[in-house]
Nanobody, 126 residues
Framework: QVQLVESGGGLVQAGASLRLSCAAS????????MGWFRQAPGKEREFVAT????????YYDKSVNGRFTISRDNAKNTVYLQMNSLKPEDTAVYYC???????????????????WGQGTQVTVFS
């Protein structure tokens, strides 16, 4: 497993942007598929975006597609989530997750990830 630490959350007005970062420990970060999930109060955790180990493949939930961009810098052991045109319904705790399995394919289910960060709060007000 790998240790993950998210940062970059905050309180912003609708329409603003935020960039979340997730710093990973370990020397094999470049082997992991990475994902972002979020959980709003009273709701189940939901998939946001995922990126392959190389960064060449990304996949988004339809609710954020076109507004959010996931990226990674393997030299810095960091994955990012650029969030633009934020909406109040984006308010949630955002978690990054790592999948060390090496399996091929899109990772959009939370049980496919074996390491999780502690989360960072994003609050969007109108």
């Amino acid at each position: 497993q790998v240790q993950l630490v998210e940062s970059g959350g905050g309180l912003v007005q609708a329409g603003a942007s935020l960039r979340l970062s997730c710093a990973a420990s370990g020397r094999t970060f470049s082997n992991y598929a990475m994902g972002w999930f979020r959980q709003a109060p009273g709701k189940e955790r939901e998939f946001v975006a995922t990126i392959s180990w190389s960064g060449s493949n990304t996949y988004y939930d339809k609710s954020v597609n076109g507004r959010f961009t996931i990226s990674r810098d393997n030299a810095k052991n960091t994955v990012y989530l650029q969030m633009n045109s934020l909406k109040p319904e984006d308010t949630a705790v955002y978690y990054c997750a790592a999948d060390s399995s090496g399996r091929v394919g899109v990772r959009w289910r939370d049980y496919e990830y074996d390491s999780w960060g502690q989360g960072t709060q994003v609050t969007v007000f109108s």
